[in-house]
């Protein structure tokens, strides 16, 4: 028997097919964290006590921090150790952060063990994918590469309503509790998938200063962003400091990494055109997005009065056409030039979020269904032009360093588009309440006033004048809070409208006939990039 056709008998042997489901579940189960923590953060926040709302955010930017910086750490200990022995023990750690979340009863608490849950969750995600391919025989693996990307999208599609469900009936730490045994499950079942199992082992020397210096980069800028609003920001004397070593840490790490043979992150690749272009796209789209996904689904809870379970549910809506649309994308982005896939998807985005902005009325958002469809469709169209753009070009390993330093950028730019967000709600709150309050006080507009015939109906059912001040005032508050919301949706959409246009000063990007390895290493990097 020919070694294909031994490969083509182990794919429907009971070892593929278990190896398939765990690899599955293990990218399942990191991915799932992300996201559905989202919908349960105000419980956290509420149940961890004595700390601003706010406080919550710095949990899931600091995950996120730690998540892209997990991709770098995975290529060294991959090489030296072997992928499945690293993929092992990085589930043990992701157990053991799991339960420390799960058991935290301190925001300090929390928050280092979600650090320590994104970072080994990180080193697990290129791991999954390479392992995954290679059980696959030479003419599957583009089949294999699709089933991985399969697994990508369900938890991010279905995570926050999940995550909303077992924090409304289970309570928030029950998420960490499913994560640890799961983990576990994982952890076990790969010591013995892969037992007895050899692999290469490559002494590569390991640039410990690089990764050190974007790790105090990335940290001292992801803490200036999250204690802004909260400390005052510059009047600080924590955040000025940081600001010094951010200032002083960015030139050394450039000069750094530029002279290493193997950098934590490849700053050569920033000399393609296509790759700086598309990678700025990558980071502008993905802070709108993670940034307005996360901001919504928590003010849905705490303007709105939603449930978790019911803000998760209102995110479903963009799993009937934005599944759908990524397999079709994949399609379409071979035959035409991405820029114009890229381009339109960003003019849509824009469309979207205006339409979003436009949503003045705490009552109105039963009517979100249609605007959350149209935003799955261009979520799911929105990775691959722009994968494909950054790659354009490129070719062998510079292709799989280009996806991992597009991975890592990219995520950081969602972590702090979360709190970007949150930064221009705080912003634009205090200039809405006090706009609102004006109009009322001063009763500018009779016929806009709503407020004044809510008044004047509290009056009729004889409400005592205080408790009439109070109502309005909270009233008042929530209408300042959604205008507020609006703001960032509307900021948003011109920062597509910009994407739309930036995508234009790439060189055009028709996909060339590759050879099937060729082609194969390069559906392989885009997955790899196509992380929510």
């Not at 097919?17 to 690899?23: A, F, H, P, Q, Y």
């Not at 909303?164 to 960490?176: E, I, K, P, S, T």
């Given at each position: 028997m020919t070694t294909c056709d031994h490969q083509e008998t182990r794919c429907f042997g009971w070892h593929f097919?278990?190896?398939?489901?765990?690899?599955g579940l293990a990218h399942i189960v990191v991915l799932f964290n992300a996201g559905s923590y989202v919908a349960l953060e105000p419980h956290a926040v509420g149940n961890l006590g004595g700390v601003l709302p706010s406080f919550g955010r710095w949990a899931q930017t600091n995950f996120m921090i730690a998540l892209a910086l997990g991709f770098p750490l995975a290529r060294w200990l991959s090489d030296r150790y072997g992928e499945p022995r690293v993929l092992s023990v990085a589930f043990i750690a992701y157990a053991v952060a799991s339960a420390l979340c799960a058991t935290a009863d301190s925001i300090a608490g929390f928050v280092s063990a979600r650090i320590l849950l994104g970072l080994a969750g990180g080193v697990t995600l290129p791991l999954s994918q390479s392992l995954l391919i290679k059980e696959y025989p030479d003419h599957l693996k583009s089949l294999g590469l699709a089933i991985w990307g399969f697994f990508t999208l369900m938890p991010f599609t279905l995570g926050?309503?999940?995550?909303?469900?077992?924090?409304?009936?289970?309570?928030?730490?029950?998420?960490?509790?499913?994560?640890?045994l799961l983990a576990l499950f994982i952890a076990a079942l790969a010591v013995a998938l892969f037992h007895g199992k050899r692999h290469d082992v490559r002494h590569e020397p390991f640039d410990l200063v690089g990764f050190v210096l974007l790790a105090v980069i990335f940290g001292g800028l992801q803490t200036i962003l999250n204690g802004g609003n909260d400390f005052d920001w510059f009047d600080d004397p924590l955040l000025r400091g940081m600001l010094v070593v951010v200032i002083v840490a960015v030139p050394i790490w450039i000069v750094w990494e530029l002279g290493e043979r193997r950098p934590a992150m490849d700053l050569r690749l920033f000399a393609h055109r296509n790759f700086s272009v598309g990678l700025l796209c990558l980071g502008l789209g993905f802070l709108s997005i993670q940034g307005l996904l996360s901001l919504f689904v928590v003010q849905l809870q705490m303007l709105m009065g939603y449930s978790s379970e019911l803000a998760g549910l209102v995110f479903l809506p963009m799993l009937l056409l934005g599944m759908p649309m990524i397999a079709l994308m994949h399609e379409i982005a071979k035959r035409l030039d991405v820029r114009w896939l890229a381009c339109l998807n960003g003019l849509g985005f824009a469309a979207t979020f205006y339409w979003i902005g436009l949503y003045d009325d705490p009552h109105s958002y039963d009517q979100i269904f249609w605007p959350m469809v149209l935003e799955g469709v261009f979520l799911g169209s929105f990775f691959t032009p722009l994968t494909v753009l950054t790659l354009h070009g490129l070719s062998g390993e510079q292709m799989l360093r280009a996806a991992e330093t597009a991975n890592i950028l990219r995520i950081a730019a969602g972590a702090m588009g979360i709190t970007w967000q949150g930064i221009v709600v705080f912003r634009r709150l205090p200039f809405h309440q006090l706009h609102l309050s004006d109009r009322f006080g001063g009763r500018i507009s009779a016929s806009y006033d709503a407020l004044n015939q809510f008044t004047a109906k509290l009056e009729a059912l004889g409400f005592d004048p205080a408790m009439i001040q109070r109502k309005v005032q909270l009233t008042i508050k929530q209408a300042a809070g959604i205008l507020a919301l609006n703001d960032a949706f509307l900021l948003s959409s011109y920062l597509c409208l910009g994407m739309a246009a930036l995508v234009w000063f790439a060189h055009s990007s028709r996909v060339p006939v590759l050879k099937q390895a060729e082609a194969v290493r390069e559906l392989q990097a885009e997955e790899l990039m196509e992380q929510p």
């Open positions: 097919i278990l190896l398939n489901l765990m690899l926050l309503a999940t995550g909303g469900w077992l924090a409304d009936h289970w309570g928030w730490r029950a998420l960490f509790y499913l994560t640890t």
